[in-house]
């Protein structure tokens, strides 16, 4: 009997040139990628991965005249499986697409580019085309790994065998560590931030899922981007005596974060304030030194990028 072992999956992805379009092929079009365009992923943290999928939205309808056994089902539309990789963050890859920084996105309300993702889960071989980034964290705590997670959508999934890459996985670049993010830059507004324990940046993609052209029946068709979410949850013991946080809150001001690198890349965000109820530095602990924790959100025309 043949049961399905980890040992047999793999996943892999490659650039779309035209939404769902696969690789090279116009949109929707779904063109297969050949082996040479896989591009491995990064090295998967040790945890449940949740691969795309796509299923049909069935409903079971009783007409008169039928048999009392009998009855029939209506195909009512075609529905995306949410995905769920959990990585270490070995580059800027990811964040980037998050964000629609690299490759460039066009226009302020712009689709970000997708991307399509081709997988063995064991039994068989699959392409996901155009998929797209809901949701992206990257995490950082004192004496582990950096880890980013990444959830998307998709277009559409077929069923086909294409021979992958040997080394489907990035195992030879060194992954990020938290003493690397330890010992980086950290300004909020230019002030200096030490001792910083840990940190968590949050992607969040939203999209109106309209099937208005040609009067589609597949809302993933057309995923119109909506607006994007950003926060940056974080935890440090010190910084320069200015009351920064303070100032922050009282004024309601904006500041802008650096981090020079964040792991693998830098991270520079612009006209973020401090999101209500979130900071502690009127709360003194017992006895010891003040753990400040705080998580910034957009407040103004933010503007993300991962300068080099």
Request: aromatic share 12%; net charge negative; hydrophobic share 35%.
């Amino acid at each position: 009997m043949t049961t399905t072992h980890t040992k047999s999956t793999w996943w892999e992805w490659g650039m779309e040139s035209n939404y769902g379009g696969g690789n090279a092929g116009i949109a929707y079009a779904t063109t297969a990628p050949n082996a040479g365009t896989l591009t491995p992923c990064n090295s998967h943290y040790n945890e449940e991965q949740i691969l795309p999928w796509a299923v049909y939205i069935h409903e079971v309808v009783e007409q008169a005249g039928q048999d009392v056994n009998e009855k029939l089902t209506l195909t009512k539309g075609y529905d995306s499986i949410l995905a769920k990789i959990t990585q270490y963050q070995q580059n800027t890859t990811w964040i980037d697409l998050a964000l629609g920084i690299d490759p460039v996105e066009t226009g302020g309300a712009a689709l970000p580019d997708s991307f399509f993702f081709h997988f063995d889960n064991g039994q068989a071989e699959y392409t996901a085309y155009g998929c797209y980034i809901t949701k992206y964290t990257l995490s950082t705590k004192s004496r582990d790994y950096m880890k980013e997670i990444i959830e998307f959508l998709n277009y559409d999934v077929k069923a086909e065998a294409i021979v992958g890459d040997d080394a489907p996985f990035d195992i030879a670049t060194v992954v990020s560590n938290h003493k690397d993010y330890g010992t980086t830059t950290i300004t909020i507004d230019g002030t200096v931030i030490e001792d910083s324990s840990s940190a968590t940046l949050t992607v969040t993609n939203h999209y109106v899922e309209q099937d208005a052209k040609g009067g589609g029946s597949y809302p993933h068709k057309f995923p119109y981007f909506l607006k994007r979410d950003i926060e940056v949850d974080m935890e440090f013991l010190t910084y320069a005596s200015n009351p920064l946080l303070d100032d922050l809150v009282e004024a309601a001001s904006f500041a802008t974060l650096v981090f020079t690198p964040f792991g693998k890349g830098n991270l520079q965000l612009t006209n973020m304030k401090v999101k209500k109820d979130s900071v502690n530095a009127h709360s003194i602990p017992e006895k010891g030194m003040i753990k400040y924790k705080v998580i910034f959100e957009i407040g103004g025309n933010c503007v993300p990028t991962t300068p080099a």
